[in-house]
């Protein structure tokens, strides 16, 4: 399974932007869905993760109240709404999806991460 992140770009503080996860592939189901981002220079953090087999949402203690992670299983896609945007939320961001294949009419697991997008926040 093929994950494609989109949606990044370059917008001024206090500004929102939408990610988007697309997953290609005889995607069944999205069971975890996570949301990492890089800094220059820094390692890669969790930003946000969705469990949708039990139900539930975290995220890293910077973005609660402004980042809301989403998936549409018919869509194959996950989403990071991401609002009151700060430079310090400058980043690649990657998403990162465990769930269900179908693959020549069997089920089996899948890890993949999307290639990331880039977002920068500036005046």
């Known amino acids: 399974v093929q994950l494609q992140a989109s949606g990044g770009g370059l917008v001024q503080p206090g500004g929102s932007l939408r990610l988007s996860c697309a997953a290609s592939?005889?995607?069944?189901?999205?069971?975890?869905v996570h949301w990492y981002r890089q800094a220059p220079g820094e390692q890669r953090e969790l930003v946000a993760s969705m469990n949708n087999v039990e139900g539930g949402t975290n995220y890293t203690d910077s973005v609660k109240g402004r980042f809301f992670i989403s998936s549409d299983n018919s869509k194959k896609t996950a989403y990071l709404q991401m609002g009151s945007l700060k430079p310090e939320d400058t980043g690649v961001y990657y998403c990162?999806?465990?769930?269900?294949?179908?693959?020549?009419?069997?089920?089996?697991?899948?890890?993949?991460w999307g290639q990331g997008t880039q977002v920068t926040v500036s005046s």
């Open positions: 990162n999806v465990d769930g269900i294949k179908i693959t020549r009419g069997r089920f089996g697991s899948f890890r993949s």
């Open positions: 592939g005889d995607v069944v189901s999205m069971n975890f």
